[in-house]
């Protein structure tokens, strides 16, 4: 199924006339329960604590008020004819215009986000995660809920420890792909763009920032609202502090006697 001929997700389609090849659900499709933001399926007849993002935008969008648009000055690099003493175009041997850059500014419109820096109270206190012999609560039931829900739907192209990447270098099977070059023996065909979490951007991103790329998804990733329900979705952002915390922890956070373990180990 792979490799026949489909549309990708978030692709471009010239069948449909807003050239978008994901499509909206049907009018009147019924949502199962999951998914956080109303386009994921439609409206609910009666209200619904996991699909009314507006009543809570902190725990159901990551944000603590909504984007706004804003009007900057950025300096953007151009290139121009380079000109001699007397005003004229300078010529190179070929006699082609001889190029130079400049800086000028212009007014382009950005979106500011406000994203909420740390995982929302609420997840914290709604979370209840059992594994069939004990029972938790609270943050401990957030973080083993989290493992569980990344490990079914992020292990794939971020694998086990998050690191993603693609080709022989990747972590997860999707980067990796399913076809394996018949001279080299290496696989092939593996998605590409695939992140990884261990670098200063995403470590330092705020914790509303991954909440959404997982809700609305980001370049070449898929979005998962539609399937991950928003109290999974903050336990994944959990789980990922935890494994960026696993990879660039401060030393001074290793409890003295595993840390003398540890080295003592390594000797």
């Known amino acids: 199924m792979k490799y026949q001929p489909r549309y ?68 953007v690099e151009k290139q121009r004819p380079k000109l001699d ?17 400049f800086e000028e500014e212009e007014d382009r419109e950005i979106t500011v986000n406000y994203f909420v820096e740390h995982i929302p109270k609420r997840a914290i206190d709604d979370a209840i995660y059992s594994d069939g012999v ?31 990447g693609q080709g022989k270098a990747a972590h997860g099977m999707v980067g990796r792909g399913i076809r394996i070059d018949s001279k080299t023996g290496d696989p092939e065909g593996g998605m590409v763009g695939i992140a990884s979490y261990h670098i200063d951007r995403l470590r330092e991103v705020p914790d509303g920032y991954l909440f959404d790329v997982i809700t609305n998804g980001k370049n070449s990733m898929a979005s998962y609202g539609h399937q991950i329900r928003p109290q999974d979705r903050w336990a994944i952002v959990a789980y990922m502090r935890a494994l960026q915390l696993s990879q660039y922890a401060d030393e001074k956070l290793v409890d003295p006697i595993e840390k003398a373990r540890l080295l003592g180990g390594a000797k």
């Open 85 to 101: 003493k007397e005003g004229q175009p300078l010529k190179d041997k070929d006699n082609k215009p001889v190029m130079e850059t």
């Open 8 to 75: 990708g997700a978030q692709g471009q389609s010239v069948f449909f006339a807003d050239g978008r090849a994901s499509r909206t659900p049907v009018a009147g499709t019924i949502p199962y329960d999951g998914g956080g933001t109303r386009n994921d399926a439609g409206d609910h007849g009666v209200p619904n604590r996991d699909f009314l993002p507006d009543a809570d935008p902190i725990y159901y969008k990551g944000r603590f008020k909504p984007d706004e648009k804003q009007m900057v000055k950025v300096k």
């Open 134 to 164: 004990v029972g938790y609560k609270g943050w401990d039931a957030l973080m083993r809920s989290g493992q569980v829900r990344y490990a079914i739907n992020c292990t794939p192209c971020h694998g086990q420890s998050g690191y993603g």
